[in-house]
Nanobody, 123 residues
Framework: QVQVVESGGGSVQTGGSRRLSCAAS????????MGWFRQAPGKEREGVAE???????TYDDSVKGRFTISKDNTKNTLYLQMNNLKPEDTAVYYC?????????????????WGKGTKVTVTS
């Protein structure tokens, strides 16, 4: 069984920073794609950042230049460093692991998900 657990959420003031972690345990794809998604109150879920098996990274325009995604392959842990946070970043952040090699652009929907960690940015 694969378990994905996010941590690091909480409350932070506008302009502050916070780092989210995603720990994946158990066996999953040997060439995984991993990423962060978020869902803000009253809004649809959106992709935040993605790191593919070849190391390529993609960011949503709303976070580009402020957020950094990274991965520790030894510990199977994904990180999201969030800087210069804004109130509109308030959301539940989800971590997902899947295979772009197999499922293409639908890798996340066919992968493993955590239950999310809530980030609240106050002004």
């Amino acid at each position: 069984q694969v378990q994905v657990v996010e941590s690091g959420g909480g409350s932070v003031q506008t302009g502050g920073s916070r780092r989210l972690s995603c720990a994946a345990s158990g066996y999953y794809y040997s060439r995984p794609t991993m990423g962060w998604f978020r869902q803000a109150p009253g809004k649809e879920r959106e992709g935040v950042a993605e790191i593919d098996s070849d190391g390529s990274i993609t960011y949503d325009d709303s976070v580009k230049g402020r957020f950094t995604i990274s991965k520790d392959n030894t510990k199977n842990t994904l990180y999201l460093q969030m800087n210069n946070l804004k109130p509109e970043d308030t959301a539940v952040y989800y971590c997902a692991a899947g295979s772009r090699d197999i499922y293409g652009d639908r890798w996340a929907e066919n992968g493993y998900w955590g239950k999310g960690t809530k980030v609240t940015v106050t002004s």
